[in-house]
């Protein structure tokens, strides 16, 4: 069962950084593209950002290129997020996702099979 637990969200004031990390479990996440995407109150779930399993491209929302960066740590079968030069827009709770799609199509970051709970982000003075 595709298990996936996110965590290292918090409060943080603005220009601030963050690094959520994303621990799989259940499955082998050597094999799958990973992906994070956003839902904030009253918004639409936003794509962030996905990184794939055989070459580690990643895909970034134009929102947070250059400000975010997706890694992995397949020996620890996790992911991490992270979040340098936070602003109050990028307030969210943060998911984690596997997704069928790879980096290159964009699509990465619109489709999701599988997610976990969240983790809340609050970027405010």
């Known amino acids: 069962q595709v298990q996936l637990e996110e965590s290292g969200g918090g409060l943080v004031q603005p220009g601030g950084s963050l690094r959520l990390s994303c621990a799989a479990s259940?499955?082998?996440?050597?094999?799958?593209?990973i992906s994070w995407f956003r839902q904030a109150p009253r918004k639409e779930r936003e794509g962030v950002s996905c990184?794939?399993?055989?070459?580690?491209?990643?895909h970034y929302a134009d929102s947070v290129k250059g400000r975010f960066t997706i890694s992995r740590d397949d020996a620890k079968n996790t992911v991490y997020l992270q979040m340098n030069n936070l602003k109050p827009e990028d307030t969210a709770v943060y998911y984690c996702?596997?997704?069928?799609?790879?980096?290159?199509?964009?699509?990465?970051?619109?489709?999701?099979?599988?997610w976990g709970r969240g983790t809340q982000v609050t970027v405010a003075s």
């Open positions: 259940g499955f082998n996440p050597t094999f799958y593209v």
């Open positions: 990184i794939s399993a055989s070459d580690y491209s990643t």
């Open positions: 996702a596997v997704t069928h799609w790879a980096p290159r199509t964009g699509r990465c970051l619109l489709e999701f099979v599988s």
